[in-house]
């Protein structure tokens, strides 16, 4: 079984997202993808990030299009999320001869020296960095990467949040988010 981490705020969870983890599953031959949103961090008022089972449950929708996509509720309940504690809690639940990969975008893996335990995180997993415009990352030496470079998606959450305040259409975003978005009054 070869299984990826995908983590992110999600706020909300867009095509881009299901794209690059539907790429990596096509080209690394995974099984599952899981998509952990992060904690709500505790000292944000909502509207700086939006509450967490209103994230997850976004995901779950954009998750039924690919049965390889897994939603996973294991960093709910943290304060706040370091991979590092996630990765091992992943781990803890595969069998033996499982494979661990962690996926993530070029803008994140550029920060990774600055993450808890860093040197942990490095030699727990293998990376699969999906190139994202504008960003551009160096390679730890004890990092095992994997570049995914077939896709260049301009999309993000800061702008699909921009788009729905000012009222604009959101083509970015799977149907059913936005229909939940709409329902729920998230982001206005
Ligand atoms: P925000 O603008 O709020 O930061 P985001 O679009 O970057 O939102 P995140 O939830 O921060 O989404 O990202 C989760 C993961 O998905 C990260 O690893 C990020 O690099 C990756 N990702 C998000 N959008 C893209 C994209 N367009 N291309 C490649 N990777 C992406
Ligand atoms: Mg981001």
Known sequence: ?????????????????TRVAAEAANRFALDRVLFIPSAHPPH??????????????????????DPRFV?????????????IDTILKVKAALAPGDELHFLIGADAFAE??????SAEV???????????????YPI??????????????VISSSEIRRKL???????????QVLAYIQTHGLYR
């Open 140 to 153: 730890p030496p004890a990092a095992r990467v994997h570049r995914l470079e077939t896709l260049a998606l």
């Open 165 to 175: 305040e000012s009222g604009g259409a959101v083509p970015e975003l799977h149907p």
């Open 122 to 136: 490095l030699q727990a997993v293998d990376f699969l960095v999906v190139s994202r415009p504008g960003y551009d």
């Open 112 to 117: 990774i020296g600055s993450w808890r335990r």
């Open 44 to 65: 944000k008022p909502a509207g700086q990030t939006t509450p967490f089972l209103h994230r997850f449950r976004m995901v779950e929708l954009a998750c039924g299009s």
């Open 1 to 17: 079984m070869r299984t990826a981490i995908f983590g992110g705020t999600f706020d909300p969870i867009h095509t881009a997202h």
């Open 71 to 83: 939603p996973s509720r294991l960093e709910e309940h943290t304060t706040v999320s370091y991979s």
